[in-house]
């Protein structure tokens, strides 16, 4: 069994999970529905208080698993084609060489990393294309790297990651919600306690996956030394960038200065004591084993 086919399986497995969800949910509510009927219809008589846990349990319940509008927050500016011509033209590259559209719109992010999503509508219908791009890991990548990272998030897209990712948030959403609502201790908790743990530890493994096969693909759009050299660098410098922001920027920039944040932090970790510090994270990041199951 190939990668994408195993992807496949785990993604169809994670969608009947989903399903399965909604339809444990809706069968409690109705379950609990049912006792006071029950109750009055067969014993003609009813607890009060009895009715009123099931009544209200199964109400909570239902609006718990409600699908709710995803409402998008920029994360960052929003970059254009016009007032980047050359950043979009290798995005735009990237994007036929691997036969994807280009996302409807682009944003600059301060972080170490990049990112794809569909994001607005609900769950998922409705939604558009969104890529982040890091504005540190423009300036530490080459050129080849950066266009081997962004292979790699297009293959979210290639792969239907995307789309498969609103359902899956949403549905994890609406466990939390389900437990939330319940409050702890219930005995109404448990069967969504227990579906809510497998659902994770499913939809995670899929997600796992999932990453494995947008590196293959970036690999043969871009080449696995591009690709290793980029990923080893947003693993060994991200976790850098906050000590940076909070014990470099944040001061300069409360003291009403404006610090050179890319070349600040270029410098900032290529100094001697982080630079140490980035080997040591990338040794035992190489000393590590990788699980694709």
């Known amino acids: 069994?190939?990668?994408?086919?195993?992807?496949?399986?785990?993604?169809?497995?994670?969608?009947?999970?989903?399903?399965?969800?909604?339809?444990?949910?809706?069968?409690?509510?109705?379950?609990?529905?049912?006792?006071?009927?029950?109750?009055?219809?067969?014993a003609h008589r009813i607890h009060l208080k009895i009715a009123l846990v099931c009544v209200f349990g199964a109400l909570a319940i239902l609006w718990s698993v409600i699908p709710r509008i995803d409402k998008f927050d920029s994360p960052g500016p929003q970059l254009t084609r016009d007032q980047h011509p050359q950043l979009f033209a290798e995005i735009e590259g990237v994007a036929k060489s691997v036969n994807q559209e280009m996302p409807a719109e682009v944003y600059l992010v301060p972080d170490v990393n990049a990112w794809v999503a569909q994001r607005g509508g609900v769950m998922g219908f409705g939604s558009r294309r969104v890529m982040?791009?890091?504005?540190?890991?423009?300036?530490?990548?080459?050129?080849?790297?950066?266009?081997?990272?962004?292979a790699h998030e297009f293959g979210h897209y290639h792969g239907g990651d995307t789309k498969l990712g609103p359902w899956?948030?949403?549905?994890?959403?609406?466990?939390?919600?389900?437990?939330?609502?319940?409050?702890?201790?219930?005995?109404?908790?448990?069967?969504?306690?227990?579906?809510?743990?497998m659902f994770l530890r499913i939809t995670h493994a899929v997600s796992r996956r999932q990453e494995f096969v947008a590196d293959e693909l970036a690999a043969r759009a871009v080449g696995s030394k591009p690709l290793i050299g980029g990923l080893r660098t947003v693993h060994a410098v991200a976790p850098a960038f906050n000590a940076y922001w909070f014990n470099e920027c944040a001061p300069v920039l409360?003291?009403?200065?404006?610090?050179p944040l890319t070349e600040g932090f270029e410098r900032f970790v290529n100094a001697a004591p982080v630079a140490d510090a980035i080997h040591r994270q990338l040794d035992q990041l190489e000393e590590g084993t990788a699980d694709p199951s």
């Open 168 to 197: 899956i948030y949403k549905t994890r959403g609406a466990i939390g919600r389900t437990l939330q609502t319940l409050g702890d201790g219930s005995w109404l908790q448990f069967p969504f306690l227990w579906y809510g743990k």
């Open 132 to 150: 982040g791009l890091g504005l540190p890991l423009m300036r530490l990548l080459t050129s080849s790297q950066f266009r081997a990272v962004l």
């Open 1 to 42: 069994m190939n990668s994408t086919s195993s992807l496949a399986g785990r993604a169809l497995l994670a969608v009947v999970l989903m399903i399965g969800f909604y339809i444990l949910a809706v069968a409690i509510a109705c379950a609990l529905l049912y006792i006071p009927y029950a109750e009055m219809a067969y």
């Open 254 to 259: 409360n003291a009403g200065f404006r610090p």
